[in-house]
């Protein structure tokens, strides 16, 4: 069925260095939608994008989503140890009230 | 704290065995979410009520079922259970049924083991 792709699955950074998550989709997406599970958690709401090509930025997170609606990013500034966690992109493909959440792409910050 | 309210937080049970997994959203919020959580799939959407009405239906199987009673509450039944049926179960709620909805809001999870 349709799927929201998220890369990577894993990603090992030293503390200060910068992480970046992409999510893809091969259908166009109404909104794309960002949550944090921490470990032992559930996924916390970050964000959502609605426009094309649009950029919002959260302090060191900058999100943004493509012209086309097709695919997404999240990118880390100087990562922290409080950022570890894994990071789902969530679209709602098409007319579709359902978010579909990519595999997630887990943060491992070395300190 | 979200609001949502899951319960049990943990179950274990044994394979051919029933549970009932149960779900509070958040004061006013009208939809409800399952979504299943195993560490090779990721967050799969099982099934979304809407104010007590099945409104869509994702990868459910057929040994599971679920149903939204009308003080808003929902009720996830896992029947005839099998080892690859351990996962966490996460519940989630919005306020009303809308394509540009906002966040989704998440209950803690009810973490199942089927042994």
């Known amino acids: 069925g349709q799927q929201v792709m998220q890369i990577p699955q894993y990603q090992h950074v030293q503390e200060g260095e910068d992480f970046t998550t992409y999510c893809n989709s091969s259908t166009t997406l109404s909104n794309i939608q960002w949550y944090k599970q921490r470990p032992g958690g559930h996924p916390v709401f970050l964000i959502q994008?609605?426009?094309?090509?649009e950029v919002k930025k959260q302090k060191r997170l900058t999100f943004q989503f493509g012209e086309a609606k097709k695919n997404s990013s999240l990118h880390i500034t100087a990562t922290q140890t409080t950022d570890v966690g894994t990071y789902f992109c969530?679209?709602?493909?098409?007319?579709?009230?359902?978010?579909?959440f990519g595999r997630g792409t887990s943060l491992i910050v070395h300190p | 704290d979200s609001g949502v309210t899951q319960t049990p937080k943990h179950l274990i049970t044994a394979t051919g065995q029933r549970v009932t997994l149960r779900c509070s959203p958040r004061s006013g919020d009208l939809s409800v979410y399952w979504y299943q959580q195993s560490l090779d799939q990721g967050l799969q959407f099982l099934i979304q009520?809407?104010?007590?009405?099945?409104?869509a239906k994702g990868n459910i199987l057929e040994r599971f079922s679920a149903q939204q009673f009308p003080d808003l509450h929902s009720e996830l039944n896992l029947s005839s259970l099998e080892l690859g049926d351990s996962a966490l179960y996460f519940c989630?709620?919005?306020?009303?049924?809308?394509?540009?909805?906002?966040?989704?809001?998440f209950g803690e999870g009810s973490r199942l083991t089927v042994l």
């Open positions: 994008l609605v426009k094309s090509g």
């Open positions: 989630a709620s919005t306020p009303r049924l809308a394509r540009n909805t906002g966040e989704l809001f």
């Open positions: 969530a679209g709602r493909i098409g007319g579709s009230y359902i978010p579909t």
């Open positions: 009520y809407y104010n007590g009405e099945e409104r």
